[in-house]
Each structure stands twice: as structure tokens, then as C-alpha cells.
């Protein structure tokens, strides 16, 4: 069964650099989005994306953050300057379009730990 | 505000005995109910959902029912196992938001 894959599994880095975390969603879907999840919270919807552009995005994603669709595959999360605050599970996830394509398939996970 | 409510925030139940939460939404447009269970350290995982077209759907030992009219969908696990315990989270298309959490226990 296709599953949404997300590279590296684990990020540290210091305040104040950029980073990238990496998802590959399934391979026939058309919608992609972020979420992310400070540890011990509930889940927090980042942005989504559909035909390469941002379809809506939370209070969350301002402007230190950006993604990009860069090729067929790839779908990236990039924090320009981490915070202390961006430390969380960064979870990627995508869902078909159409009528039956509401179900949302998660990947494994980024944790991304700002020191 | 929250869009989406989710009570309560934890439940410790008996193995064997049934569990419900409750989610209630404000989006009128809403028309997708899905619950997700998520294991310490994992992903979420689509457990069970419901489309606004239908009242109650049920897998084997859990089901979701929906009230459209009072803008709430509870998930219900009956004979509940160890295994069951994880936190459960509904989720609010509409605003594409997920609940609090729930902290679900069950206790042999």
C-alpha cells in the first residue's frame, strides 16, 4: 500500500538557521498539507497546497514559512529562521481529489528540535 | 474561537466497557467527519469517518454518529481492549482543524 513518506525523521538545529523537511506524498493525489504538533498537543493545520499554489493556510504560517513543490514528487516545508517555539512533529499528509478524497494520509513524522 | 470542541480531554475506562467523545463543529459547510487515533510517537491514523449524507456508521467495535442539526459526531468504542488506549482526535474539514485530544485509558 502507497504511504506518505517525510525526510529526516528527526532535524536539530539552532536558533536562528533555516531548515527543510522533506515529504513525498502518494503518488495520484493532488492536495498536500502540513500540520504540525508540539509535544503533548493536539495537531495544528499549517498550510494546504493544490495545482502548485497555497489553497489556505492557519495564523500559524506566516512568513517564515514557505513550501514549494519543487518537482513531480517532493513536496518541502522550509522555516526560514527557526524560533525555539517551531520545536514540534511536523507532519506532511495528502488526499486524492474527487469525491472520495476527503480521507487525509499522514506521513511518519519530522521532529524538529530548535535549540 | 475553537472551531471544533472535542470533550472530554481524557477518559479512563475499565477493558470491556464502551467509550465516547464528542465533537462539535460550527462550520454549517462541513460535510466530512473523520476520527483519527494516535499511538505516543506515531502518526494519526484514519480510524473511521462519516459523510454528512448518513447518520451513524460502524466498524466492528467503533462507530460514529453525526447530528447535523446540533453540529456534533461522537465516536463510540465498545468492548474496549488495552490496545484502544492512544489519543483520539476528530477532525473539522471545514476549517481543516483537528480537535483537542482526547487521552483515552483503559485500564485491564
Known amino acids: 500500500e502507497p504511504e506518505v513518506t517525510q525526510t529526516p525523521s528527526h532535524q536539530v538545529t539552532q536558533m536562528g538557521q533555516e531548515v527543510i523537511l522533506r515529504c513525498v506524498p502518494i503518488s495520484n493525489h493532488l492536495y498536500f498539507y502540513w500540520y504540525r504538533q508540539i509535544l503533548g498537543q493536539k495537531v495544528e493545520f499549517l498550510v494546504s497546497f493544490y495545482n502548485n499554489e497555497i489553497s489556505e493556510k492557519s495564523e500559524i504560517f506566516d512568513d517564515q514559512f514557505s513550501v514549494e513543490r519543487p518537482d513531480g514528487s517532493n513536496f518541502t516545508l522550509k522555516i526560514r529562521s527557526t524560533k525555539l517555539e517551531d520545536s514540534a512533529m511536523y507532519f506532511c499528509a495528502s488526499n486524492p481529489a474527487g469525491v472520495g478524497g476527503y480521507e487525509q494520509y499522514f506521513g511518519p513524522g519530522t521532529r524538529l528540535t530548535v535549540t | 474561537g475553537e472551531n471544533v470542541e472535542q470533550h472530554p480531554s481524557t477518559l479512563s475506562v475499565q477493558e470491556g466497557d464502551s467509550a465516547v467523545i464528542k465533537c462539535t463543529y460550527s462550520?454549517?459547510?462541513?460535510?466530512?467527519f473523520p476520527w483519527y487515533k494516535q499511538e505516543l510517537g506515531k502518526r494519526p491514523q484514519l480510524i473511521i469517518d462519516?459523510?454528512?449524507?448518513?447518520g451513524e456508521k460502524k466498524d466492528q467495535r467503533i462507530a460514529v454518529t453525526l447530528n447535523k442539526t446540533a453540529k456534533h459526531f461522537s465516536l463510540h468504542i465498545t468492548e474496549t481492549q488495552p490496545e484502544d488506549s492512544a489519543v483520539y482526535f476528530c477532525y473539522s474539514w471545514g476549517k481543516l482543524q483537528f480537535g483537542a485530544g482526547t487521552q483515552v485509558v483503559v485500564t485491564p
Open positions: 462550520d454549517s459547510a462541513s460535510n466530512y
Open positions: 462519516i459523510r454528512s449524507n448518513v
